[in-house]
């Protein structure tokens, strides 16, 4: 626990979580700073014994994530640094590919797991395939290869909407998925079944539809919002709904099935609904780095796994997950707005005086903690991020101040004066290169 000496600070008449009057020279702790409305009456909690593990990630960024219509494929190369990351990043699954797309991308796959293998990594790789025989062969041969589990990763559209658009029955996609499924347990391959847009599909077929794949040997389930079309209660409702009713009244146990949740980005809602399916008891959340991903993206795995690490839900070192989501932007040549949630570089910028100068205050107590915090809802540097003070049409004096002594320029009110004047006259914030024009050419 860390502690603050701070000034004076009034804080009676707020809730009896944050009650008293600290005075000169006290020292208080740092919850004590901040209240913290998001945990009143709230409370993660979470039975291990109801599931296979604590909550684990998969990373989708280089399968659905190259789906996205602007993203580029990387290179080998490239494939196996973003590899790196998710391996320091405590990522535990990772979608490698569709190695049924054809040889080119069986090569990827297989330099990805030789990568895998010889740096004796515990990621989990596997891959996604069509619920054909055709697209599961090649696991079967990439296995004996390395010598490591591939999980087979086989979607089905089951949604009433996608069977009346392709003229398919109940008993056409079940005698598909069961030859499917069954093919890669008797090569004793992991399957997670993946139902496609379950967030619009019947109730009866999805009990069907799963107790049949969880008959056949899969012990793990995918539950997809393919469309982006559920809000939290329906995610909340759905998983419920597959725990009583395809897992307990079909009479598994619900710790020996891994439970996925699989979000998209259409109505904006990526993140929360994955919020919602850890609330829910989701074994493993998918997403993609900075939500790549067809159409308007998969759900944003870097976003989540930043909320659930200040909800306290897990606590891997962030600190590389800054650096991972730049190489994912560059690699992939997917614009990153410069507003995008702590990835972006607007995120922890600012030029407005009065917000500036309090940080600028805390900055020149030497408290990080604090400077990240009293005007930024994200502690920038659990995330491998900085708090930084610009110059623009509403900076104050403070601001240019701090930014000339930050670069070792000799301060004068002459000087200060000069480049308040220069901002104000900006219709937006100034490059460090405007800034350094403007007093090369006052002196």
């Given at each position: 626990?860390?502690?603050?000496?701070?000034?004076?600070?009034?804080?009676?008449?707020?809730?009896?979580?944050?009650?008293?009057?600290?005075?000169?020279?006290?020292?208080?702790?740092?919850?004590?700073?901040?209240?913290?409305?998001?945990?009143?009456?709230?409370?993660?909690?979470?039975?291990?014994?109801?599931?296979?593990?604590?909550?684990?990630?998969?990373?989708?960024?280089?399968?659905?994530?190259?789906?996205?219509?602007?993203?580029?494929?990387?290179?080998?190369?490239?494939?196996?640094?973003?590899?790196?990351?998710?391996?320091?990043?405590?990522?535990?699954?990772?979608?490698?590919?569709?190695?049924?797309?054809?040889?080119?991308?069986?090569?990827?796959?297989?330099?990805?797991?030789?990568?895998?293998?010889?740096?004796?990594?515990?990621?989990?790789?596997?891959?996604?395939?069509?619920?054909?025989?055709?697209?599961?062969?090649?696991?079967?041969?990439?296995?004996?290869?390395?010598?490591?589990?591939?999980?087979?990763?086989?979607?089905?559209?089951?949604?009433?909407?996608?069977q009346y658009s392709e003229g398919w029955t109940l008993e056409k996609l079940l005698s598909t998925m069961e030859k499917a499924v069954s093919f890669a347990v008797d090569n004793g391959i992991p399957v997670m079944f993946v139902t496609e847009d379950t967030t619009r599909s019947n109730p009866k077929d999805i009990i069907t539809i799963y107790q049949r794949a969880l008959d056949l040997g899969a012990d793990r389930l995918?539950?997809?919002?393919?469309?982006?079309?559920?809000?939290?209660?329906?995610?909340?409702?759905?998983?419920?709904?597959?725990?009583?009713?395809?897992?307990?009244?079909?009479?598994?146990?619900?710790?020996?099935?891994?439970?996925?949740?699989?979000?998209?980005?259409?109505?904006?809602?990526?993140?929360?609904?994955?919020?919602?399916?850890?609330?829910?008891?989701?074994?493993?959340?998918?997403?993609?780095?900075?939500?790549?991903?067809?159409?308007?993206?998969?759900?944003?795995?870097?976003?989540?796994?930043?909320?659930?690490?200040?909800?306290?839900?897990?606590?891997?070192?962030?600190?590389?997950?800054?650096?991972?989501?730049?190489?994912?932007?560059?690699?992939?040549?997917?614009?990153?707005?410069?507003?995008?949630?702590?990835?972006?570089?607007?995120?922890?910028?600012?030029?407005?005086?009065?917000?500036?100068?309090?940080?600028?205050?805390?900055m020149k107590k030497g408290d990080h903690w604090l400077a990240d915090r009293v005007y930024s809802g994200v502690p920038a540097g659990d995330f491998g991020m900085q708090q930084k003070i610009r110059i623009g049409h509403m900076a104050g004096r403070s601001n240019i101040i701090w930014w000339l002594e930050q670069r070792g320029y000799e301060v004068s009110d002459e000087l200060v004066n000069h480049l308040f004047e220069?901002?104000?006259?900006?219709?937006?914030?100034?490059?460090?290169?405007?800034?350094?024009?403007?007093?090369?050419?006052?002196?």
């Amino acid at each position: 626990m860390s502690f603050i000496l701070v000034d004076e600070l009034k804080l009676n008449g707020l809730p009896s979580q944050f009650t008293g009057t600290c005075v000169v020279g006290d020292v208080m702790k740092e919850t004590e700073l901040i209240y913290d409305w998001n945990t009143v009456e709230y409370e993660l909690t979470r039975n291990p014994a109801n599931h296979p593990h604590d909550i684990w990630f998969d990373d989708e960024t280089l399968r659905d994530g190259l789906q996205s219509p602007s993203a580029r494929n990387p290179t080998i190369e490239q494939k196996l640094e973003l590899l790196d990351y998710m391996e320091k990043l405590g990522i535990q699954k990772v979608d490698l590919g569709l190695p049924g797309a054809g040889p080119f991308h069986i090569e990827h796959i297989d330099a990805m797991l030789e990568h895998i293998t010889s740096n004796d990594y515990k990621i989990r790789p596997g891959c996604a395939v069509r619920t054909l025989v055709g697209d599961i062969e090649p696991i079967v041969d990439l296995m004996a290869k390395h010598e490591i589990e591939i999980q087979a990763s086989a979607f089905l559209g089951t949604s009433p909407i996608r069977q009346y658009s392709e003229g398919w029955t109940l008993e056409k996609l079940l005698s598909t998925m069961e030859k499917a499924v069954s093919f890669a347990v008797d090569n004793g391959i992991p399957v997670m079944f993946v139902t496609e847009d379950t967030t619009r599909s019947n109730p009866k077929d999805i009990i069907t539809i799963y107790q049949r794949a969880l008959d056949l040997g899969a012990d793990r389930l995918a539950i997809c919002d393919t469309c982006g079309h559920v809000a939290p209660n329906g995610v909340k409702k759905l998983l419920n709904f597959v725990d009583e009713e395809v897992i307990k009244d079909g009479g598994y146990q619900r710790n020996k099935i891994e439970i996925n949740w699989h979000g998209h980005q259409d109505r904006g809602l990526g993140v929360i609904n994955n919020l919602a399916a850890y609330e829910a008891g989701a074994d493993c959340i998918h997403g993609t780095a900075l939500g790549l991903g067809e159409r308007a993206g998969n759900a944003p795995l870097d976003q989540t796994l930043v909320n659930l690490k200040l909800m306290g839900a897990i606590d891997n070192d962030l600190t590389l997950l800054n650096e991972y989501m730049q190489k994912a932007h560059e690699f992939t040549e997917v614009p990153l707005p410069r507003n995008y949630p702590v990835f972006g570089e607007d995120a922890f910028e600012t030029g407005t005086g009065v917000h500036a100068s309090a940080v600028i205050k805390a900055m020149k107590k030497g408290d990080h903690w604090l400077a990240d915090r009293v005007y930024s809802g994200v502690p920038a540097g659990d995330f491998g991020m900085q708090q930084k003070i610009r110059i623009g049409h509403m900076a104050g004096r403070s601001n240019i101040i701090w930014w000339l002594e930050q670069r070792g320029y000799e301060v004068s009110d002459e000087l200060v004066n000069h480049l308040f004047e220069v901002a104000k006259s900006q219709r937006r914030l100034m490059d460090d290169e405007e800034v350094v024009s403007a007093i090369n050419a006052f002196k």
